[in-house]
C-alpha cells in the first residue's frame, strides 16, 4: 500500500536577533563660562545689599557676618550694582534678566562651540537651563536664529532644577547621545541670581542668598562617538560620561525653591540642607560608585557644586573626603559665587584647562537642588 502521507518540511530556524546597537560614548568637547563685567569684591557689595534689603538704621551684624563667612571674595552681577535698587518691580528685573541673559548665553555658546572646533550648525539638542528668569519663546528659541543654529535643532528649555540643573542636565544630555551617534548637544545655563533678590527682605533666606550668589552663564559642548558606527571620537578637551543617577529624597520639597509673588522669585534655603546631606549622600554616592566598581578613594576629580561653606563641610564629611578633595569647589566659589547651575559647569571648565587630570582619572560630578534631589555623574579622562 502506498505511503500517502506527506513528508514533514523543516521549518527555517529562527534568524539570529540582530547584535545591540552599540550605544554611543559621550565626550565632553568644550565647555565655557561668561560672566558679566560687572565685578566686585566681597566687601564693596555688603552695604549696598544691606540698602536693599533692611530697613533704614536696622541692625547690620546678621548681613556683615554672612557677608564675611560666604566663603566669596568676588562677584559678577548682571546689572551695575547702583542700578539694583531703580528696579521697580519683577517685570523690570525679568527685563533685565532677558537682555543680559541672552548677551552672556551667546557669548558662552559661541566661545565653547569654536573652542571645540563647531559652528552653531553643528548642534543637534540645545537644552538651555535657568531658574533665575522666565521668557516665552524661551531663551533657547531665541538663540537659535541669532546666533545661526539649523531650523531643525531641538530644543529642551528647563526651569525649577536650580542648582542641580548643571549636573541633570549633561545627564540628559549624555541620555540623548547614546542613541544619536555622531550627534552633537549643548548645555547652556543661565544664571543671574542678583536680579531675583527681594527688596526689603530681611529674611535670613534673603540675606543668605544676598551673601551667595554670584551671576553667569556657562555652555558645554558634548559629542557622541559610538563603536562600530564610522564616527570618530570627539575632541579630548574633557572627559567621558560613564553612568549617571538621580535621586529625590521624600518628603523634603520645603528645603530649596522659591516662593513665587508679585515681587517675583522669593527664595527659600532651609538651614536643614546640610544635615540631610550628611544624614543621606554617602550611602548615595558609594552605592553609585560601587554599582561600576568603585569607591569615593578612586575618584580623582570632585566637580561639587558649591553650594555654600556649610554645605561643602557636610559633603566632606558624609563621604570622608581628604581636605583638598573639593577645592576646585572652594576655589570657584571665592572667584565667583555661587552661579546655581552654571556652578558645576564652572568648576568642570578648570578641568578642561588649567587643571586637566591624568588619563584614566575618574570623576564625579555632584549637584543638589529643589526637590529636594541629587544629581551624579560619574566621567573619566
Known amino acids: 500500500m502506498t505511503d500517502m502521507r506527506v513528508p514533514l518540511i523543516a521549518e527555517p530556524a529562527p534568524a539570529a536577533p540582530p547584535p545591540p546597537h552599540a550605544a554611543a560614548v559621550t565626550t565632553v568637547a568644550a565647555v565655557h563660562t561668561a560672566l558679566p563685567p560687572h565685578r566686585y569684591p566681597q566687601d564693596r557689595l555688603t552695604e549696598p545689599i544691606g540698602d536693599l534689603c533692611l530697613a533704614p538704621g536696622a541692625d547690620r551684624a546678621v548681613l556683615r557676618r554672612l557677608h564675611t563667612s560666604a566663603g566669596v571674595r568676588t562677584r559678577h552681577l548682571a546689572l551695575p550694582i547702583e542700578r539694583y535698587a531703580a528696579l521697580r518691580d519683577f517685570r523690570e528685573s525679568n527685563e533685565a534678566w532677558l537682555t ?23 548642534v543637534d539638542l540645545l537644552v538651555c537651563a535657568s531658574i533665575t528668569g522666565v521668557a516665552a519663546p524661551s531663551l533657547d528659541a531665541r538663540l537659535a536664529g541669532r546666533t545661526g543654529m539649523r531650523p531643525d535643532v531641538k530644543r529642551l528649555p528647563v526651569f525649577g532644577l536650580g542648582c542641580v540643573a548643571g549636573a541633570a542636565g549633561l545627564a540628559r544630555v549624555h541620555d540623548y547621545l547614546r542613541g544619536h551617534p555622531g550627534g552633537t548637544a549643548v548645555l547652556l545655563t543661565v544664571e543671574l541670581c542678583s536680579l531675583t533678590l527681594q527688596k526689603g527682605d530681611d529674611s535670613r533666606a534673603n540675606l543668605v542668598a544676598g551673601a551667595l550668589f554670584g551671576d553667569g552663564a556657562a555652555a558645554l559642548v558634548a559629542r557622541a562617538a559610538g563603536t562600530g558606527t564610522g564616527v570618530g571620537p570627539a575632541p579630548a578637551a574633557g572627559p567621558a560620561v560613564v553612568a549617571t543617577r538621580s535621586h529625590l529624597h521624600p518628603g523634603t520639597e520645603h528645603l530649596l525653591g522659591w516662593e513665587v509673588g508679585a515681587g517675583g522669585f522669593r527664595v ?34 570632585w566637580v561639587c557644586h558649591p553650594g555654600g561653606p556649610k554645605v561643602l563641610e557636610a559633603v566632606t564629611e558624609a563621604l570622608a573626603l581628604p581636605d583638598d578633595a573639593l577645592t576646585p569647589s572652594r576655589r570657584s566659589l571665592a572667584a565667583v559665587g555661587n552661579l546655581s547651575s552654571a556652578s558645576v559647569l564652572h568648576i568642570l571648565q578648570g578641568f578642561t584647562e588649567a587643571h586637566r587630570p591624568a588619563p584614566g582619572t575618574w570623576g564625579l560630578v555632584l549637584a543638589m537642588g529643589p526637590g529636594f534631589c541629587t544629581e551624579l555623574v560619574l566621567l573619566r579622562w
Open 268 to 301: 527659600v534655603i532651609d538651614p536643614a540642607v546640610p544635615a540631610l546631606v550628611r544624614r543621606e549622600l554617602g550611602a548615595q554616592v558609594r552605592g553609585f560608585l560601587a554599582g561600576h566598581g568603585l569607591d569615593t578613594g578612586d575618584i580623582g576629580a
Open 100 to 122: 543680559t541673559g541672552l548677551d552672556l548665553a551667546e557669548r558662552a555658546l559661541t566661545t565653547a562651540l569654536a573652542q571645540a572646533g563647531l559652528t552653531p550648525a553643528d
